[in-house]
């Protein structure tokens, strides 16, 4: 990713979802002024989900998922339909196409219910407006399952209707957009946060990570003042600015060194911390990790990761976190792996869920992955907030946020 592009976790996500050859591919290249998505009359002409990143005003940064046909059959056909549902399931808006051309709409229509009731901005885009002859039928067909200002009739031969839908899918994903950021309501003008960033192997060349950067740029959105330094540079910097300082963020890994190092005074967090904050995850992730106490041993840990990277010696998710938790609990277990946007549809044989921050997810995305281990009943908890209790200091590190200390008593 170049330090310029907006991360993909901050990229609202729209899907396009319907039967083969409903015109799926066709209308999302129309909307992208560009030939990305193969399409023909051949039904399955897309078998695997096809992206795009673009600005979608006024809701800004958003990427587009073509899909495979819900309808699509034999076994590859259902792998295919399974890679479309997943992207669904993540999605933020999700556009139901349906070919107003055949002559059964209603069929078609049946494919997508059910998948617009979570919660999610849901249009119905029925294609082949151009050769359409009777749209009030089809429309009064329609108004059942939405809203008469959820559809919209749209050809991607003229174009007609394609900028009225997508000016809607706009406001729409804009009006859910709250604003917030990293470091919002724990920073104001002229506080200032000092950040401990080691740079070591596993830092990536000439470049700070996601967290980093995102809370660099949301203390500067709030007026803050931020020093960025590493451990090694962190005790004459404190001795400078002494009880000026707001709070401390450290990255998780040099946690119970920075903690020596910094005041009581003076708060002390992580970047995994704020991270699950933002993400709508904390409490669960604190409540998760206790789960380690009550271990025989042999137990099952899946430990995943929101990103794929190049898997280093001392690894934290493969080597560090396994090793850290044999130590603490004095046991072994089963520990299992998984990264990017692979995650089991089957929770139950696992006992613990360990996370990353999720910094390359959105917020939807690592909300579907709380979610399915709340269905499932398994503790879920993340990188940071496991390191901070392994290591003893997960009280200190939750003092900005005394309701979620709390937890830690019960
Ligand atoms: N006249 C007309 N033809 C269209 C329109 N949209 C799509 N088509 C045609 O319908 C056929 C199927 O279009 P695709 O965009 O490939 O459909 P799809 O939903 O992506 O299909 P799969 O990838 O097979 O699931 C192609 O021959 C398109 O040219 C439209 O608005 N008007
Ligand atoms: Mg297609």
Redo the contacts with the bound molecule.
Sequence with gaps: MSLNATPSGERKKIV?L?????????????MINQDL???????????DPVRKAMELLPAGPVVMI????LD?EGDLGELRVRKALSASENADAAVF?L???GEDIGHQAELVAGLGQKGIPSFFAV?????IRDKDSLRSSLKERAGESSVFF?????G?GVEELKNAIGRALSSSDDESSLLSGLITQGDIAVLVIPIDKAAPKGRLILPQQQAIRSILDNKGVSIAVKETELESVLGILGRRVRMVITDSQIFRFVSAIVPDTIPLTSFSILMARYKGNLEEAVRGVAALKSFAGGERILISEGCTHHRQCGDIGTEKLPGWIRGFTGKDFIFEHTMGTEFPSDLSPYSLIIHCGGCMLTEHEMKTRYTKAGESSVPITNYGIAIAYLTGILERSLGLFPDVQALLDC
């Design positions: 396009f319907g039967a083969r050859n409903a015109g799926k591919s066709s209308l999302m290249n129309r998505s193969v399409v023909s009359p051949v039904k399955g002409t897309t078998t073509d899909t495979p046909g699509d196409v070919d107003g051309s294609t082949h407006s151009d050769v749209v050809s991607s031969v003229t007609e």
